[in-house]
């Protein structure tokens, strides 16, 4: 399987990319909209200075040659695009090259991104919701104009999970230079998917075929997972696969049939005549990479050098933000293993960010040294959460005393007197049977025993 995507992403400018009509979601139909947003005669395109910032941070942050570009018009007659043209750039888009690193440490390539218009939005009512058995159509201009960059990768994906752990990616560093809100669900990123399949061992690309405006991950998964198989059906069976532009139907599973799919010639492309190059100059580039914030794929190279954690270990406490918490605590004296632990799967609140590094170096000192249990530890880490600063007073409160030890091992000889078949079975090396044990363990002592110090009992006494 081979997938190219192509993400437009929405722009978080103040008003439009040609207009002074405001860029805002949710307002009432038509009410962002003055005569260039409408195509009426007389009305010529402002570009938007801070729409061309925003592609320069993006270009950057995705290691583009940011270049001097220009605009052309691309024609094609569509309800929602009053002017029947879209104003885009075609030949010599504002970045160029590039590269993205996933999580798992994969690079994919970006073949470009460059800016444009966005088109209106159609609602088709009635039928199946498509406009050719629609009883009637609205049409809402709010959205027409609004800048996007539209951001192309190479083919450089294989699998569904590559592709959403893509849009993901691409998405954080979007939000992370404040070029877009990255909302799929409002429209602000969508995706175009282009997938092909080849025999294992081919070079050549095979026939792909475009899935318009997925606009979730769930459905950029299942939408290229069920393409791909239509096309392997189609090979197998004798068929051949047709260049199509397809849609995505949630409800029934499928991609369906849009049109053929057109080339560039079909667009009769020519240079937009009301608008001039853009040279956005070396002293305004620099100025705005000097700005940049350090990017995920930095954040977790920093995080998995400082717990010595495989770099996909560290992108779930990235993502949450948690990694400038991790690397205090860690400079407060904390274990780095336990603490990236903790910030795995015991932090997932939002709120956890705004923990004292020096109180959670405390605690994880504290589990380690065994005055409290794992359990233990993460309790008292979600009274810290919760507000509470001190994790020995924490501790203290409920009432988390380390356990004498021969009152532990008074507990597990019990135990193990009181239930012989179980005992024997542990010493003839039933290893499923130690859950058993400590379980019951926990049990008498409230979960306070630690369940490290059990297990080592255990084996003392088989000997």
Avoid at 199 to 204: K, L, V, Y
Avoid at 232 to 261: C, F, M, P, Y
Avoid at 320 to 344: N, S, W
Avoid at 355 to 378: I, N, S, W
Wanted: charged residues 30%.
């Amino acid at each position: 399987m081979v997938i190219g995507l192509e993400v437009h992403a929405e722009l978080a400018t103040r008003t439009k990319l040609f207009s002074s009509a405001a860029n805002e979601f949710g307002g009432d139909p038509n009410t962002n909209i003055d005569p260039f947003t409408l195509g009426l005669p007389g009305s010529l395109p402002v570009l938007n200075e801070q729409a061309v910032e925003l592609a320069i941070r993006v270009g950057l942050a995705l290691g583009s040659t940011v270049s001097p570009s220009t605009f052309a018009r691309k024609n094609y007659f569509y309800p929602d695009l009053p002017k029947d043209y879209q104003i885009s750039q075609f030949d010599r888009p504002i970045d160029v090259g590039g590269s993205l690193e996933l999580p798992s440490g994969k690079v994919i390539g970006i073949e470009r991104a460059h800016l444009e218009e966005d088109t209106g939005k159609s609602t088709h009512v009635g039928g199946g919701g498509r406009i050719h058995d629609a009883g009637h159509s609205t049409i809402d201009y709010n959205r027409a104009g609004v800048p996007l960059l539209e951001i192309v990768g190479r083919p450089d994906i294989r699998n569904a999970e590559e592709a959403k752990a893509y849009v993901t990616e691409l998405r954080a560093i979007l939000v992370a230079v404040g070029a877009s809100d990255g909302k799929m669900e409002e429209g602000s990123l969508r995706v175009d998917c282009n997938v092909s399949v080849r025999r294992r061992g081919e070079e050549e690309l095979g026939t792909r075929c475009e899935i318009k405006n997925v606009n979730s991950l769930r459905s950029l998964g299942r939408a290229i997972e069920y393409e791909a198989a239509r096309q392997v059906d189609l090979i197998e069976a004798g068929d051949r696969v047709q260049q199509q532009t397809r849609h995505w139907n949630e409800d029934d599973g499928r991609t369906h049939k849009l049109r053929s799919k057109e080339e560039a010639d079909d667009y009769r492309y020519f240079p937009e005549p009301d608008l001039v190059e853009v040279d956005p100059g070396q002293e305004w580039i620099d100025r705005v990479a000097a700005a940049l914030p350090v990017l995920p794929a930095a954040r977790r190279h920093r995080l998995a050098e400082a717990t010595g954690a495989e770099l996909e270990q560290t992108a779930l406490v990235v993502e949450r933000g948690l990694e400038e918490l991790c690397l205090a605590a860690i400079e407060a004296g904390a274990d780095p293993v336990r603490t990236l632990t903790h910030a795995q799967h015991n932090l997932s609140d939002e709120r956890a960010i705004g923990l004292d590094p020096a109180m959670l170096a405390k605690l994880v000192g504290m589990e380690l040294d065994g005055a409290l249990t794992a359990t233990q530890a993460k309790t008292v880490l979600a009274e810290m959460v919760d507000g509470g600063t001190d994790p020995e007073a924490i501790a203290a409160d409920k009432g988390f005393e380390a356990m004498d030890s021969s009152e532990l091992e008074g507990i597990v000889d019990g135990l193990i007197e009181s239930n012989p078949d179980e005992w024997q079975r542990f010493c003839d090396g039933d290893t499923k049977v130690t859950g058993f044990f400590v379980g019951q363990v926990m049990k008498a002592t409230k979960g306070q025993a630690d369940g490290k110090a059990v297990n080592k009992l255990l084996n003392d006494r088989k000997g």
